[in-house]
C-alpha cells in the first residue's frame, strides 16, 4: 500500500522559498497522479495543482500561479512543490495525496478524488 510522507515545511519570512518533498514507500510512485493541497486552521482546505503520472502539471489555486511549481523526479519516487515569493497568507499545513492511474495526463488535487494522504508538514510565513 502506498504510504507518503511529506516534509521541508519551515518558518519562512515574507520573500522567502521552500520546497516541499512527498516521498513514496511501499509501492512504485510512477504509477501515481499526485495532488498537493493545504488548509490553514479555521479555513477550508484549498487544492493547490497537481501533477500525472506522465508529469503534467497543473496549477489551479489562482493565488498561487506563477509562483508555485510542481515536479517529481525521473526515479518518480519524490514529488516536489516548489514555492517561492512566500506570503503570510500561504501559511498552512501542506498536504500530498496520490490515486493510482494508467493516465498519463489525469491528476487532482481535489482531496476526494485521492486514495493516500500524507501526514501534512507546516509552513509558516511570518516576519
Known amino acids: 500500500q502506498l504510504q507518503l510522507v511529506e516534509s521541508g515545511g519551515d518558518v519562512v519570512q515574507p520573500g522567502g522559498s521552500l520546497r516541499l518533498s512527498c516521498v513514496a514507500s511501499?509501492?512504485?510512485?510512477?504509477?501515481?497522479?499526485i495532488g498537493w493541497f493545504r488548509q490553514a486552521p479555521g479555513k477550508e482546505r484549498e487544492g493547490i495543482g497537481c501533477?500525472?503520472?506522465?508529469?503534467?502539471?497543473?496549477i489551479f489555486l489562482d493565488s498561487v500561479k506563477g509562483r508555485f511549481s510542481i515536479s517529481r523526479d525521473n526515479k518518480r519516487t519524490t514529488v516536489w512543490l516548489q514555492m517561492n515569493d512566500l506570503n503570510v497568507e500561504d501559511t498552512a499545513a501542506y498536504y500530498c495525496?496520490?490515486?493510482?492511474?494508467?493516465?498519463?495526463?489525469?491528476?487532482?488535487?481535489?482531496?476526494?478524488?485521492?486514495?493516500?494522504w500524507g501526514q501534512g508538514t507546516q509552513v509558516t510565513v511570518s516576519s
Open positions: 495525496g496520490a490515486r493510482a492511474s494508467s493516465s498519463s495526463t489525469w491528476c487532482s488535487a481535489t482531496h476526494t478524488l485521492l486514495t493516500s
Open positions: 511501499g509501492s512504485t510512485l510512477a504509477d501515481y497522479a
Open positions: 501533477i500525472s503520472a506522465g508529469t503534467r502539471t497543473a
